[in-house]
């Protein structure tokens, strides 16, 4: 028994060796959606993402334009006021930035509709504060009529999202009901609903 | 060919230790952070983790949260809020809890292979039921420091999510770790106005010890909601049966968490001792091949981890207010929950140890004979293989560190004006000055993890 037979089952192992070292330390690869658009169309969590946003938002939207409150505000003149307020996330999601993505996106359409004066937020956000006072100066839907009143809106735009959330041992399903509404604010009638649904699951 | 099996089954085995070379064990990688922890240096803790998450910023995430970075993400979380860095805690926490989230719904049958085989640290991480729990509960302390209501509820209802999960499809017993989540969302609720759901939230806080001091909010709220349960009606049977009245008063909840749940450690005892404290564990095949290994010395080794001493278990906390004392009331005893949850597994962990040690047995007999029952080479090459195998074997003491292993509230009405308040616990402390206007409601809380 020589050196050379004692270590040969430890030649036998560099393969395994080299193939270790070479496959440590590879990177991740940063991308560009302009140039693949394809990373936008997968989902990455149970949360919201933009391909939810824009196919809930062209539902919606589209129903809107047809809507007996459309052609209410096509024939007045001049235009209304129309103030935008928070959706209510009543999900088990921490979703508030999407939807608010959501309410900016449906913002520029009715800005670009020409049929309605919006209200800005920062003006909102300074009349929550007057209504709610310094020390609890947080959006509370139960005044959403108050704000408007202030705020001299005709109209408010809202929505409120609700979900069912379950879990097995292997799954996780989120499913999402989302509501947008157009509500008079001297008669607090909703003018306008739609509803639409989206489901995520992690499985 | 009879030359080529020890070959191969010596780079097998040397090659499954290459694949774990590397892993210095999650109690190793923490020891700095415990370390600065223990000095009450909380800075240093988070520039310790940092550096093990390879960020530069306690504001930045890692690359890869996937693995185990998602359990330091977890601590620095815990860190970041006793530091009352609130909004930097709020998003490890998040960030955290979705990781946990994807390695608990993943399913390889590689990683239970890993464990049973290789390491107990090689398999994906799955948090307990406590662990999982408290991610919310305390995420929602962070959302109802910051005022944020809609974040508590959302933090809320995913704790719901969980429990209705470990209760009707684990039919788990419920957690004591429940009990400050569901005070917690009742006060979320309660503040926000909605009266049924924070009486729920507050009924199933009362399952628990600890929360006698919620009497006067659940017959605030009983006078404007409907829902009732035996221990409601037992509690709004006891006190004064008309609602307290509504006067210039602001409302204050105080939450202290003291002292760290007890981390894991790695052992390393002889077979024979193992055998002696943990036979019964064992099945009969199992407890013969274990048996037939405590005479083979220097090999016969079993890896596995235990837990370490908690911390903080005799400390009291304070809360002076204005100058005076307020009792604090212990809501959870988490460092028990931990002990409770580990007793339940720990023969598991026992066994999947022995039973790494017989597959170290059977690669090292393999080797032995297919290099002939007498041949030295052989021999050498047997316990070659078994002692590197042992030397790799790395006890899974992965685990959420700094979990508080107590909490203790107190919760008060204050007349409209300026306040102040000191919280201490273990030789930390948070001094607060608040305004308390009419309805209005805080929530001020200390993370002492030392």
Not at chain 2, 245 to 267: I, M, S, W, Y
Request: hydrophobic share 40%; net charge neutral.
């Amino acid at each position: 028994m020589n050196v050379r037979s004692l270590l040969r089952p430890f030649f036998a192992i560099l393969p395994l060796s080299l193939l270790a070292l070479t496959s440590s330390g590879c990177g991740q690869e940063v991308v560009r959606g302009a140039n693949d658009p394809s990373i936008d169309g997968k989902a990455m969590s149970t949360g919201l993402d933009k391909e939810d946003i824009q196919r809930a938002l062209h539902e919606t939207l589209n129903n809107l334009r047809i809507a007996p409150v459309m052609n209410e505000w096509r024939a007045q003149n001049p235009p209304p006021n129309v103030a935008i307020f928070p959706f209510q996330n009543s999900t088990s999601e921490h979703i508030d930035s999407m939807l608010d993505a959501m309410l900016g996106e449906a913002e520029t359409w009715l800005v670009e509709s020409g049929t309605v004066q919006v209200i800005s937020r920062e003006r909102q956000t300074q009349m929550i504060r007057e209504v709610e006072g310094q020390q609890n100066a947080v959006f509370n839907p139960a005044n959403t009529a108050k704000y408007g009143r202030q705020l001299g809106a005709k109209y408010l735009i809202t929505g409120k999202v609700s979900g069912n959330d379950e879990r097995t041992d292997d799954a996780r399903r989120v499913q999402y009901f989302l509501f947008l509404q157009v509500i008079e604010v001297e008669t607090s009638v909703i003018k306008w609903q739609r509803k639409t649904y989206v489901t995520k699951a992690v499985r | 060919m009879a030359a080529a099996l020890p070959r191969a089954l010596t780079a097998l085995a040397v090659g499954a230790s290459l694949w774990l070379v590397g892993c210095g064990g999650h109690e190793a990688r923490t020891l700095t952070m415990r370390t600065a922890l223990d000095a009450g240096n909380a800075k240093a803790a988070i520039a310790a983790v940092d550096e093990q998450l390879d960020v530069d910023s306690p504001k930045k995430l890692p690359a890869d949260i996937k693995g185990d970075n998602a359990i330091l993400v977890l601590d620095r979380a815990s860190i970041q809020q006793g530091l009352s860095e609130f909004s930097l805690s709020q998003r490890d926490f998040e960030a955290a809890d979705k990781a946990i989230d994807m390695l608990d719904l993943a399913h390889n049958a590689g990683d239970s292979i890993g464990e049973y085989v290789f390491s107990g640290s090689s398999g994906r991480y799955q948090a307990p039921p406590y662990e999982k729990l408290m991610i919310n509960t305390l995420n929602m302390l962070n959302y109802l420091e910051r005022r944020d209501l809609g974040g508590a509820k959302v933090e809320a209802r995913r704790l719901a999510v969980l429990q209705k999960y470990y209760r009707d499809k684990l039919e788990r017993p419920e957690n004591p770790v429940l009990g400050l989540g569901s005070m917690l969302a009742g006060f979320a609720y309660e503040q926000s106005g909605e009266a049924e759901e924070a009486l729920r939230y507050y009924d199933d806080a009362l399952a628990f010890t600890g929360f006698r001091a919620l009497g006067e909010s659940v017959r605030r709220l009983a006078a404007r909601a409907q829902y009732r349960s035996p221990r409601i009606t037992a509690l709004l049977g006891e006190g004064p049966h008309d609602a307290p009245a509504q006067d210039d008063t602001g409302e204050v909840l105080f939450v202290v968490g003291h002292g760290r749940v007890p981390h894991k450690v790695a052992n390393r005892l002889p077979i024979g001792l193992v055998l002696t404290l943990f036979a019964s564990s064992l099945s009969p095949g199992d407890r013969e091949a274990a048996n037939r290994l405590a005479a083979q010395g220097l090999v016969t080794w079993v890896n596995f981890p235990s837990l370490a001493p908690g911390r903080g278990k005799y400390e009291t906390p304070t809360c002076t207010l204005d100058g005076a004392a307020v009792t604090l009331d212990q809501a959870v005893d988490v460092d028990a929950a931990v002990r409770e949850e580990w007793k339940s597994i720990e023969g598991k962990i026992i066994v999947s140890a022995i039973t790494r040690l017989i597959a170290r047995f059977a690669v090292g007999q393999g080797i032995q004979a297919a290099a002939g029952k007498d041949s030295v080479v052989g021999l050498l090459a047997s316990l070659g293989a078994q002692a590197t195998l042992t030397v790799l074997d790395e006890p899974d003491t992965r685990s959420w560190e700094t979990l508080p292993a107590r909490v203790a509230v107190a919760r008060v009405r204050l007349p409209v004006g300026l306040h102040h308040v000191t919280l201490d616990a273990r030789g930390w402390n948070r001094q607060q000055d608040f305004t308390v206007t009419k309805g209005s409601w805080q929530v001020v809380s200390l993370m002492a993890l030392r």
